[in-house]
């Protein structure tokens, strides 16, 4: 969802190529590589992490120049065992940084300390930048505020954590060198990937909110946070599958 966000952002102001759904393996970075053109200016992309050692494989792939580090929580547990060892998979993506590169990395996450270079611009993203978030006619309006500046914009999006998400979107388009003042004009224009939270109408005034995707216990909390608040108090069913 922020690989989404940060697109929407960039692409009225540059000539962005961004991966498109789920393109974020040892396949999907290099089919979004190929759509690069001479003329490109800013190219988004996802690196996946199953495991040890897969982002540092994309990163190699993809030279980086700003590395964003949404989260660092209980996913792929099943294959790296801890969550100080899913920071350090994380991880792999600021130690591909060349020297003098920034990095968006998330606030108050110990497990991430050891990893952060002294070489390397950090940004750190937290819900104290988060000034202020209503919902109006099925749109976000979120007040941020980055460094010494604050900033209002109107998302298409109603997912309370989106805010966060995009507030990590917005810290990696101010290190790119974009403007600011110009972020608006791409915030109302996002295209999520299928999945992530697709809303439904349904008969009688409901509405189905499929977010079938993938889950982790952070991003199945997030769910039904928005199922609940999108009720608007009227009953909420929420229909789960297995983490396993």
């Known amino acids: 969802s922020t690989k989404d966000i940060l697109a929407a952002l ?62 660092v929580g209980p996913a792929h547990l099943e294959l790296v065992g801890s969550l100080a060892a899913v920071a350090e998979a994380k991880a792999e993506l600021l130690a591909a940084l060349p020297t003098g590169a920034a990095a968006v990395v ?3 996450v110990p497990e991430l300390e050891p990893h952060l270079r002294d070489d390397l611009e950090v940004r750190r993203f937290g819900r104290d ?3 202020d978030y209503e919902i109006v ?13 604050e900033l209002a914009l109107r998302f298409n999006f109603t997912a309370r954590h989106h805010a966060l998400n995009a507030l990590a979107a917005l810290h990696a ?20 990937s299928r999945w992530r939270g697709d809303e439904i109408p349904l008969p009688g005034g409901g509405v ?9 216990p952070i991003s199945m909390r997030a769910a039904i946070d928005h199922l609940v608040e999108r009720a608007h108090e ?11």
Do not use: K, W
């Open 10 to 71: 960039c692409a009225p102001v540059a000539r962005t190529v961004a991966a498109e759904a789920s393109f974020n393996n040892e396949l999907g970075v290099p089919l979004t590589l190929c759509r690069l053109e001479h003329d490109t200016e800013v190219c988004v992309l996802e690196l996946a992490m199953r495991g040890l050692g897969q982002i540092a494989y994309l990163a190699d792939i993809a030279g980086p120049d700003v590395g964003v580090i949404t989260s």
């Open 173 to 192: 388009y101010d290190l790119l060198g974009l403007p600011l003042d110009e972020a608006r004009r791409g915030s109302s224009q996002i295209a999520f």
């Open 106 to 108: 998330p606030d108050n």
């Open 208 to 216: 189905l909110i499929n977010d079938a995707y993938n889950a982790n």
């Open 234 to 244: 009227r009953r909420s069913i929420a229909v789960l599958g297995e983490m396993a």
């Open 129 to 131: 930048q988060i000034l």
């Open 137 to 149: 006619d099925d749109f976000a309006r979120v007040q941020y505020r980055l460094g010494q500046r």
